[in-house]
């Protein structure tokens, strides 16, 4: 099925009372954050999203393709599912080796050249995490964030999702940054539900939620996409910042004297410079 | 009276499954009545009573293997829930023995697996899978898009019959095991069960397929407990 566009009908909220915003479009290529506080309902529309509910759910709300009821047959099947949704309980529990386990995944996806898919999936994983996943170990084997990184490499490069939902990626301590600019390479839908200030900024739209109910959708402004640019030589202090301990050294505010010079002037830069 | 034959591993939410299509279907104005098969312990029967006030019960097997036990006691719960005023009966296996199949010539059987449980599951259970009209896979949500897909190959590898994926914690998939429910037509005349068991020790493993305890011999019990021999 060619997805070409993704639609939420509002329903209600967690009091019962209508949904502030009605709905919500989602043209393929789109990148969204859903966003806000704790237990306003985030991960809620991310699983009615994913369950194509049909005013089945506790939100009332509906889901349409392209406009229309989705085709029975697109549920029928993992596989042929445009949906891939990562939740936060997300896991591999297969012990088979990293290379033989994505290839039994290819094979089955009958892809005509399952050898070159592997190689993307690992590459594309390897990318996101600090150390390489060794492709002969167990999957059940790889730490948190080598698991998280190859669960979205899976879902995007063999398993090919047209719409990919990921529920709170930055805990998984991979490279935030990079993942987004890696996925947007991939024409799909990508929804973040996120805390996280630089994914929210990096994506094309927010989706604020709260107390259940979607309250409006906010396009990222020009300003605001300057201002992603602009934070990320804080982001990147605070990530060298993180290296460094990882990596058992001592820390001290002078070592890290670049990183934070380049901070102090990327934020003091005049507007529109 | 429709009867859903729900056999399954130890754990692999066969309740849980059960529990959200109960509401579904008294939501569409179904009688349901619910019966557990185990072995030593089980609390289904209150739950599905105190949670759906449906007339519900339970039968411990004890000795006898469970799957003969169904046999035996399941033309009595039939009648029970038609007397009870259901028009459509939930038994839920113990599903011990992964090689036996309490299925019945009519009724729609379903087999509860947890895609939690290792990709090879459906390579290793023989009848219990085979037999079934549809299998149910849990626990969708706590594994890879990658490990759903080779568990449902495997399923179909070992036996061409539907597969429906569930999170049944959240009821994602439920409707569709719920619409499979509403198709099957009610069973009529003589129950008959669907495959012979493979070890031949009693009238049951030896092929005598008739459900209830009047039509076999040796040691018998009843839905109501009487355990006793009958001798031919
Ligand atoms: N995450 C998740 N947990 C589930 C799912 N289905 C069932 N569970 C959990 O698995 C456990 C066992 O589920 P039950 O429904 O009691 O399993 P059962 O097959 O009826 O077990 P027995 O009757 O004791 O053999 C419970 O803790 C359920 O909450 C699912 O789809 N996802
Ligand atoms: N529209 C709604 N109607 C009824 N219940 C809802 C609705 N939206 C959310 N809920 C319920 O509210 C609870 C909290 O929602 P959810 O888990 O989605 O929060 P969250 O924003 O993901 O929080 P966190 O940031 O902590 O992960 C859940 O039990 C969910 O089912
Ligand atoms: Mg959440
Ligand atoms: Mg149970």
Same mark, same amino acid.
């Given at each position: 099925m060619?997805i070409?566009?993704?639609?939420?009908?509002?329903?209600?909220g967690?009091?019962?009372?209508r949904?502030? /915003? &009605?709905?919500l479009?989602? &043209?393929?290529?789109?990148?969204? %954050?859903?966003?806000?506080?704790?237990?306003?309902g985030?991960?809620?529309l991310?699983?009615?999203?994913?369950?194509?509910?049909?005013?089945?759910?506790?939100?009332?709300?509906?889901?349409?393709i392209?406009?229309?009821?989705?085709?029975?047959? $697109?549920?029928?099947d993992?596989?042929?599912?445009?949906?891939?949704?990562?939740?936060?309980?997300?896991t591999?529990l297969?012990?088979?080796?990293?290379?033989?386990?994505?290839?039994?995944?290819?094979?089955?996806?009958?892809?005509p050249?399952?050898a070159?898919v592997?190689?993307?999936?690992?590459?594309f994983a390897?990318?996101?995490?600090g150390?390489p996943?060794?492709?002969?170990?167990?999957?059940?084997?790889l730490?948190?964030?080598?698991?998280?990184? /190859?669960?979205?490499a899976?879902?995007?490069?063999?398993?090919?999702?047209?719409?990919?939902?990921?529920d709170?990626?930055?805990? =998984?301590?991979?490279?935030?940054?990079?993942?987004?600019?890696?996925?947007?390479?991939?024409?799909?839908?990508?929804?973040?539900?996120?805390?996280?200030?630089?994914?929210?900024?990096?994506?094309?739209s927010?989706?604020?939620?709260?107390?259940g109910?979607?309250?409006?959708?906010l396009?990222?402004?020009?300003?605001?996409?300057?201002?992603? &640019?602009?934070?990320?030589?804080?982001?990147?202090?605070?990530?060298?910042?993180?290296?460094?301990?990882? *990596?058992g050294?001592? !820390?001290?505010?002078?070592a890290?004297? &670049? *990183?934070?010079?380049?901070?102090?002037?990327?934020l %003091?830069?005049?507007?529109? %410079? | 009276?429709?009867?859903?034959? $729900?056999?399954?591993?130890?754990t692999?939410?066969?309740t849980?499954?059960?529990k959200?299509?109960a509401?579904r279907?008294?939501?569409? #104005?179904?009688?349901?009545?619910?019966l557990?098969?185990?072995?030593?312990?089980?609390?289904?029967?209150?739950?599905?009573?105190?949670?759906?006030?449906?007339?519900?019960?339970?039968?411990?097997?004890?000795?006898?293997?469970?799957?003969?036990?169904?046999?035996?006691?399941?033309?009595?719960?039939?009648?029970?829930?038609?007397a009870?005023?259901?028009d459509?009966?939930?038994?839920?296996?113990?599903?011990?023995? /992964?090689?036996?199949a309490?299925y019945?010539?009519?009724?729609?059987?379903?087999?509860?697996?947890?895609?939690t449980?290792?990709?090879?599951?459906?390579?290793?259970?023989?009848?219990?899978?085979?037999?079934?009209?549809l299998? !149910?896979?849990?626990?969708?949500?706590?594994?890879?898009q990658?490990?759903?897909?080779?568990?449902? =190959?495997?399923?179909?590898? *070992?036996?061409?019959?539907?597969?429906?994926? *569930?999170?049944?914690?959240?009821?994602? #998939?439920?409707d569709?095991v719920?619409?499979?429910?509403?198709?099957?037509?009610?069973v009529?005349?003589?129950?008959?069960?669907?495959g012979s068991?493979?070890?031949?020790?009693?009238?049951?493993?030896?092929?005598?397929?008739?459900? #209830?305890?009047?039509?076999?011999?040796?040691?018998?019990?009843?839905?109501?407990?009487?355990?006793?021999?009958?001798?031919?």
């Open positions: 060619d070409e566009r993704i639609t939420v009908i509002g329903g209600r967690r009091s019962g009372d949904e502030p /915003l &009605e709905g479009d989602l &043209e393929m290529g789109a990148v969204i %954050s859903i966003v806000g506080p704790t237990g306003s985030k991960t809620a991310i699983n009615d999203i994913g369950l194509f509910a049909n005013r089945n759910t506790p939100s009332l709300r509906q889901i349409l392209n406009g229309s009821t989705p085709p029975e047959d $697109c549920l029928d993992p596989s042929r599912n445009p949906i891939a949704l990562i939740t936060q309980h997300t591999f297969s012990d088979l080796p990293v290379h033989r386990f994505l290839s039994l995944h290819a094979r089955i996806r009958k892809h050249r399952p070159d592997v190689e993307e999936t690992i590459d390897n990318q996101l995490t150390e996943v060794v492709v002969d170990v167990a999957m059940t084997e730490s948190g964030g080598q698991t998280r990184a /190859l669960l979205i899976d879902a995007v490069v063999i398993g090919n999702a047209p719409i990919i939902l990921l709170e990626i930055e805990n =998984a301590g991979i490279d935030r940054t990079r993942a987004l600019e890696l996925l947007r390479r991939y024409r799909k839908i990508f929804v973040f539900v996120t805390h996280d200030p630089r994914i929210a900024l990096l994506s094309d927010r989706l604020i939620m709260h107390t109910a979607m309250q409006a959708q396009l990222t402004s020009p300003e605001e996409r300057g201002m992603a &640019e602009r934070i990320r030589a804080v982001d990147d202090l605070l990530l060298e910042l993180r290296e460094r301990i990882r *990596a050294d001592r !820390v001290a505010f002078e890290l004297g &670049e *990183a934070i010079a380049r901070a102090r002037s990327a %003091s830069k005049e507007e529109g %410079s | 009276m429709k009867i859903v034959i $729900c056999a399954g591993p130890p692999s939410g066969k849980t499954v059960l959200q299509a509401r279907l008294l939501a569409a #104005g179904h009688r349901l009545a619910y557990k098969i185990d072995v030593q312990f089980a609390d289904e029967d209150e739950v599905f009573h105190d949670t759906f006030g449906i007339p519900a019960r339970k039968i411990y097997s004890g000795d006898l293997c469970p799957d003969h036990c169904s046999v035996l006691v399941l033309g009595d719960a039939v009648k029970w829930a038609g009870e005023g259901a459509l009966l939930f038994v839920e296996t113990a599903g011990l023995c /992964l090689r036996c309490p019945i010539e009519g009724a729609l059987g379903i087999v509860v697996l947890e895609a449980s290792g990709m090879n599951l459906p390579h290793k259970i023989g009848a219990m899978l085979s037999l079934a009209d299998a !149910v896979v849990t626990k969708i949500d706590l594994v890879s990658a490990e759903k897909e080779v568990f449902r =190959a495997n399923i179909l590898d *070992a036996a061409p019959i539907d597969v429906i994926e *569930a999170d049944a914690l959240h009821g994602i #998939g439920i569709r719920v619409a499979r429910m509403q198709r099957t037509a009610p009529e005349g003589r129950l008959m069960l669907r068991p493979p070890v031949a020790t009693c009238t049951i493993c030896a092929g005598k397929r008739d459900i #209830g305890w009047e039509h076999h011999f040796g040691v018998l019990r009843t839905l109501d407990n009487d355990l006793f021999y009958r001798g031919q």
